[in-house]
Structure formats: C-alpha cells, structure tokens
C-alpha cells in the first residue's frame, strides 16, 4: 500500500535555528510531491511541489525541499527559521499523471521559539 | 477573489442528529475533495468528485454522504451513523486537465463537535 512517513511528530527550534523536516513515501512509479503548512487558526496552503525537472524545489518563505528519487523521500528545508514558522508541516505524495489519490503524512508540529 | 469558503467555522450537534457541512468553490475547479483531520492522524480522504454528478468513496467514506449537483458546491452531509464523527473537516479543490491536476487548494475547515 501507498504511504508517507513523516519522521519528526514535533519539533522545536530557537529562532535563527536550521531546519529539516524528513519525509519519505512507498510508491511505486513516477510521484508528484507536495508541502503544505497550516499556520495556526489558517487554512493548509501548499509550501511547494515537484512534478518534474529540478529536484532541489524552491517554494515560499525561503523554503526548499530536495526530492531523491533513490531514497524515496522528499525533505523541506529552511537554513534559519522564525518565530512566524510555528505551523504544522505536511508532506504530500501523489502518483503522476491525470486524476491520483493524493496520500498525506501525519504532520510534523514545528514551534519556533523566539 | 478566488477560493474555498467553508460554513460554519465551528458546528456543534447532538449524538444522533445528521449535519451537513459546507462547501463551495469559485475557483472553476472541476474536482472537489473532503478530507478529515484528526491529531496524529494527519488528513484521511473522505469523498471525492472529479465532474459533476459523479463521486467516488475515499478511505473513509462509513458514516458520510454527499452530492455534486453544482460545480461551485460538494456539501459533506456527517449522518449518525458515523462512530466518531467529532473532528476538523476540510474541502479541497484541485483543476484536472492541466499539468498540476493533484495540487489541490484548501478551504479554512469546519470544526465538528458531536455532543
């Protein structure tokens, strides 16, 4: 079966702190990846995505994730948190190609303090 | 502007009363999704409907019901039979047909609690 595994259930970081959140999926075949965060009291908006092309993805926020295909995983990274980071972070994984069921992880809690 | 509205914020309902949840999107989306939310538990599928009139059970679709008359609307209906239907509800929106069809965009939830 399809899954997502998100190691760290909660994480705290001091501000200015690096950041790394794992992820890694069981899929079999070609994926779309996803990050979305969900702000405290905000809707889950989408961090970034990787279709294709580049593996080392850039989204809002001065976010990154880098997708190795050979590990099957899909880490985000910050190089200095904020304060205004405090969110829960999920990892989102989805085969390619038309309509898929896309399978997210259980979130990783992230409290940055200042 | 564009997005997904969600109705109400917060629903209280007694055990054994049905409650309807709402949805509605002006994003022009063809696909629709409900998903539950619960602590540790991360977001699980509920339904799903890719056109309108048409919709498909998701992992965990025992307790829930729903319709797609309209492409704007997908209401999430939570009827008594679902054991423990006390949690975060949330609808989603996704566009087939262009390259990004399974990046869905997030409604703001609807916190259901069943007294």
Redesign the interface.
Known sequence: AQSVSQHN?HVILSEAASLELGCNYSYGGTV?L?W?VQYPG?????LL?Y?SGDPLVKGIKGFEAEFIKSKFSFNLRKPSVQWSDTAEY?CAV?L?G?????T????TKLQVIP | DGGITQSPKYLFRKEGQNVTLSCEQNLNHDAMYWYRQDPGQGLRLIYYSQIVNDFQKGDIAEGYSVSREKKESFPLTVTSAQKNPTAFYLCASSSPGTDYYNEQFFGPGTRLTVL
Not at chain 1, 42 to 46: D, T, Y
Not at chain 1, 98 to 102: A, L, M
Not at chain 1, 104 to 107: K, M, P, S, T
């Open positions: 259930h779309n996803f979305y905000q809707h889950l908006q989408l995505k279709f999920f989805s390619s038309g309509y898929q069921k896309v997210f992880g259980i979130g």
